[in-house]
């Protein structure tokens, strides 16, 4: 099986700094991760995927990095503004159609 | 371009009733998946329907079932409803199996 965890259920940063939220994985054979965002009363949304063979995807104000050796990737935001307060899942996939998604950390963005 | 839209957006049920949660796929996608997600926790797999077939189950009983339909849309059915089964039904659609998914808003089902 898999199981995918996040290294904290909250976070609070100041408006205009950077965050970094951490995630490990358990299976070695996990070959895709995403990472969504979810606002409250609404579906998680899509940021940014990266799959085994990179270990750095970059999008707009978010980076990704994943790291094999320890099983760990984190998400990176820059400049993180009030908008970006949500709650932030990992997923990562290896065979099969499904994804395991750990149980979130919630972003706080202080003005 | 319409995203994933879920009906009914809440829905209050009797323990033992049935319930049948409704999903439209995003425009092109062929594949849809169902996800539980209880209070404070991740999504949790269900199942998954491509071409109007399960490919992939979750770790859920058979009282949990689904249809896809020739448009791609599709439905979740869940019989002899418990308690532990509120929590919000989430349908994500996708171009391919395995592919990242578009999420719907969810369906909150509460079980009384």
């Known amino acids: 099986g898999e199981s995918v965890g996040l290294h904290l259920p909250t976070l609070s940063v100041q408006e205009g700094d950077n965050s970094i939220i951490n995630c490990a994985y358990s299976?070695?054979?996990?070959?895709?991760f995403i990472w969504y965002k979810q606002e409250s009363g609404k579906g998680p949304q899509f940021i940014i995927d990266?799959?085994?063979?990179?270990d750095k995807r970059q999008g707009q104000r978010v980076t990704v990095l994943l790291n094999k050796t320890v099983k760990h990737l984190s998400l990176q935001i820059a400049a993180t503004q009030p908008g970006d307060s949500a709650v932030y899942f990992c997923?990562?996939?290896?065979?099969?159609?499904?994804?395991?998604f750990g149980t979130g950390t919630s972003l706080t963005v202080i003005p | 371009e319409t995203g994933v839209t879920q009906s009914p957006t809440h829905l209050i049920k009797t323990r033992g009733q049935q319930v049948t949660l409704r999903c439209s796929s995003q425009?092109?996608?062929?594949?849809v998946s169902w996800y539980q997600q209880a209070l404070g926790q991740g999504p949790q797999f269900i199942f998954q329907?491509?071409?109007?077939?399960?490919?992939g189950r979750g770790n859920f009983p058979p009282r949990f079932s689904g249809l896809q339909f020739p448009n791609y849309s599709s439905e979740l059915n869940v019989n002899a409803l418990e308690l532990d089964d509120s929590a919000l039904y989430l349908c994500?659609?996708?171009?391919?199996?395995?592919?990242?998914?578009?999420f719907g808003s969810g369906t909150r089902l509460t079980v009384v």
């Open positions: 997923a990562g996939k290896h065979t099969g159609n499904q994804f395991y």
């Open positions: 994500a659609s996708s171009l391919a199996e395995g592919a990242g998914y578009t």
């Open positions: 990266i799959r085994s063979n990179m």
């Open positions: 299976n070695s054979a996990s070959d895709y």
């Open positions: 425009s092109g996608h062929n594949t």
């Open positions: 329907y491509y071409r109007e077939e399960e490919n």
